[in-house]
Nanobody
């Protein structure tokens, strides 16, 4: 059974940083497009960032310039470095893996991903 495991969440003050990690068992992440989504209380889950198998990255406008997605093939891990955190970044963060071809407009759709983690909570206080 495939498992994606997020870690690195926590509570920080506004302006602080966190680095989220997503590791996998029974799955080579290098073969997948990887993405981070988040869901705040009372809101729909939204795409934050994605990295293709070739390393191309996309970011939502709300995090562009503050978050960086990367992957380490040797560790079979994907990261989300989050800097200059804001209270509105507070959410449960999920990593996801997808293998279907995606475009600039489709990469953010949940249906494009087949494997999901359980999430890690990020709380940013003002």
């Amino acid at each position: 059974e495939v498992h994606l495991m997020e870690s690195g969440g926590g509570s920080v003050e506004a302006g602080g940083s966190l680095r989220l990690s997503c590791a996998a068992s029974e799955l080579s992440l290098a073969k997948y497009r990887m993405a981070w989504f988040r869901q705040a209380p009372g809101r729909e889950r939204e795409a934050v960032s994605r990295i293709s198998r070739s390393g191309t990255t996309f970011y939502s406008d709300s995090v562009k310039g503050r978050f960086t997605i990367s992957r380490d093939g040797a560790k079979n891990t994907v990261y989300l470095q989050m800097n200059s955190l804001k209270p509105e970044d507070t959410a449960m963060y999920y990593c996801a893996a997808g293998d279907a071809p995606a475009t600039f407009t489709t990469w953010s759709r949940e249906a494009m991903y087949v494997y999901w983690g359980q999430g890690t909570q990020v709380t940013v206080s003002s």
